[in-house]
């Protein structure tokens, strides 16, 4: 049974990934049909709020705190830089670029969340030590790959011929005509994802402040995917949104937007939090490029994506630098442990009566 217990969070994170994996999939899919972006993000954290409300409600109403004007403010703030508009970033980087590809820079998300963390005290690098040397090593790799991503293309890996001859002549005189959009439209896509990933990273940083100020995860994020809610809403309205773009035309777009809601934007975020309290963010974060390794498993033979050498040399270089850096995270955390048993041991000691 204990056995049982140790491996639970490690089928929790494989599911968590597969699942986050197929939510790219899906929004590949209903994207390139013509759905806009932050309709779906309306509807997407919609849906997780009126998921998470009578859950939060009833689970955490005896233990929750006042809910104070400077609460909401974080929460407001956080629901922009981690719901609405990084979202918003991140499925137009996926529309314009692919799923594999966007994954590898959410692959970034922890080493330039590390970076920021540095400033505000809460990370430290010794560079005396193993660990401050790993971490800053997997950094400068990451960064490396992640440049390689943006700057590098690279020759196409796969033979997609037998594919394109299906496509019909209008496609394909369509597809032949505009080599020069769609050059714009992976650059637009790039600047995308970068934002995205930004704006990620910091999300973390807030989070941490929010935690320790309103630790109701239920219901702190039920209040920020009402908020990044309202605010795709009215920054769709205001960009003048087509009243026809709201209405959800096939079942595919109803079940992407109910898939994402329910499972991508509110279980596996609460499971992640469950996996962080049971082994750490060290370990929860160590699963990241799993998502990008599922993606590519079925984004290439299924839907027919393009592989190009500049992302594998880049989603290879930014993995090693996540895994380096984490290996010197971990080195750091066990010294440190041991650093303080030992002084605890010697305090011991010390107030030990002399016979």
């Not at 030590?129 to 400068?140: N, P, R």
């Not at 943006?150 to 369509?174: C, W």
Request: proline share 4%; hydrophobic share 45%.
């Amino acid at each position: 049974m204990k056995n049982c217990d140790e491996w639970k969070p490690f089928l929790a994170m494989v599911a968590i990934d597969f699942s986050l994996t197929m939510v790219n999939i899906l929004l590949k899919q209903v994207l390139q049909k013509g759905m806009n972006h932050l309709v779906f993000v309306t509807y997407r954290l919609s849906v997780s709020t009126i998921f998470l409300a009578p859950i939060s409600y009833f689970k955490e109403r005896n233990r929750r705190p006042r809910l104070t004007f400077q609460i909401l403010c974080y929460l407001f703030f956080s629901a922009i830089i981690g719901a609405s508009v990084t979202q918003y970033f991140f499925l137009l980087g996926i529309q314009y670029t692919s799923a594999t590809f966007a994954c590898a820079f959410v692959n970034m998300v922890p080493v330039i969340t590390f970076i920021m963390a540095l400033p505000f005290g809460l990370e430290t690098v010794n560079i005396k030590c193993l660990g401050g040397k790993a971490k800053i090593l997997g950094t400068f790799v990451c960064v490396g790959g992640a440049l390689v991503l943006t700057l590098y293309r690279g020759k196409p890996l796969f033979d997609v011929s037998h594919y394109k001859a299906t496509v019909p002549p209008v496609a394909m005189r369509s597809e032949g005509g505009s080599s020069g959009r769609t050059a714009q439209k992976w650059s637009i896509g790039v600047i995308a994802l970068m934002m995205g990933t930004l704006f990620w990273s910091f999300w973390f940083i807030l989070q941490s402040k929010i935690g320790k100020r309103y630790p109701c995860q239920y219901s702190s994020t039920a209040i920020m995917t009402f908020f990044g809610a309202m605010q795709a809403a009215i920054l769709g309205l205001s960009t003048g949104t087509n009243f026809s773009s709201w209405i959800l035309k096939d079942k595919m777009q109803i079940i992407t937007v109910l898939y994402s809601g329910i499972v991508g934007s509110s279980m596996c975020y609460v499971g992640m939090s469950w996996c962080v309290k049971k082994r750490g963010p060290v370990f929860t974060a160590a699963f990241s490029p799993l998502v990008q390794l599922m993606s590519g498993m079925i984004d290439i033979p299924v839907l027919h994506e393009q592989l190009h050498l500049g992302s594998v040399v880049g989603s290879v270089l930014v993995m090693m630098g996540l895994y380096i850096l984490l290996w010197g995270k971990t080195k750091d955390i066990v010294q440190n442990t041991a650093t303080k048993l030992l002084q605890e041991t010697q305090q011991t000691k010390e107030q030990e009566p002399q016979v």
